[in-house]
């Protein structure tokens, strides 16, 4: 019997590191268990369907089996999984070519960039949500990666940097761009 079938006695990185050991996939299933609602969340973001959400969450699921052993710790397993799957849902989101977005937006002048680059934290709390909702569906999806990633999973600045493998300051400038681009969309929906 394994040590392992204490579900909530064990933490995401001793599943980790023991899925990394052994490929157990009753050991991974206690991870896929604890976060399958989550991703599908996550997932239904990026989809047009219901199905279409299943569909790329078993493709996570696959995929991060395969890959698990990347993980090295550098912030929590959660941080580090929500991650995975907007990188995944983002690429599959640019390899469906009818997905595409069509670039809507307008060039922004030196005053309009200034302007939207001081786009406060406050000022996205006082947005209404529907048209929030569908301003970050406008928006590019690593825009609403790192957007979602910080604000609705509270990734830390230096939890940003290790997952992105960014500086603290491209991690900064990043997220000041997807808030002022949210903003503007959001502007623009009536």
């Given at each position: 019997m394994s040590?392992?079938?204490l579900?909530?006695?064990?933490?995401?990185?001793?599943l980790?590191?023991?899925?990394?050991?052994?490929?157990?996939?009753?050991?991974?299933?206690q991870?896929?268990d604890?976060y399958?609602s989550?991703v599908?969340?996550?997932?239904?973001?990026?989809?047009r369907?219901?199905?279409?959400a299943e569909?790329?969450?078993?493709?996570?699921?696959?995929?991060?089996?395969?890959?698990?052993?990347?993980?090295k710790g550098?912030?929590k397993?959660s941080?580090w999984?929500?991650?995975f799957?907007?990188n995944?849902c983002?690429?599959?989101v640019?390899?469906?070519?009818?997905?595409k977005?069509?670039d809507?937006t307008?060039?922004?002048d030196e005053?309009?960039?200034e302007?939207?680059?001081?786009?406060?934290?406050?000022?996205?709390?006082q947005?209404s949500v529907?048209?929030?909702k569908?301003?970050m569906?406008?928006i590019?999806?690593e825009d609403k990666a790192?957007?979602?990633?910080?604000?609705?999973d509270d990734?830390?600045?230096?939890?940003?940097?290790?997952l992105m493998n960014?500086?603290e300051?491209?991690?900064k400038?990043?997220l000041k761009?997807?808030?002022?681009r949210v903003?503007q969309?959001?502007n623009?929906?009536?």
């Open positions: 040590k392992f079938t579900r909530d006695a064990i933490s995401d990185e001793e980790v590191k023991e899925v990394t050991k052994t490929k157990d996939p009753e050991i991974f299933g991870l896929y604890r399958v989550r599908y969340n996550k997932c239904y973001g990026f989809s369907t219901p199905a279409e569909d790329l969450t078993q493709d996570v699921f696959l995929m991060l089996y395969l890959k698990i052993g990347k993980f550098y912030s397993f941080t999984l929500y991650s799957v907007y995944f983002v690429n599959h640019n390899r469906n070519t009818q997905r977005m069509a809507r307008r060039h922004l005053r309009d960039d302007i939207l680059l001081n786009v406060s934290d406050q000022t996205l709390l947005l529907e048209r929030l569908k301003a569906n406008i590019r999806p790192m957007l979602l990633l910080k604000y609705q990734a830390s600045i230096k939890e940003l940097m290790a960014l500086s300051s491209a991690v400038m990043r761009r997807a808030k002022s903003v969309e959001y623009k929906i009536k």
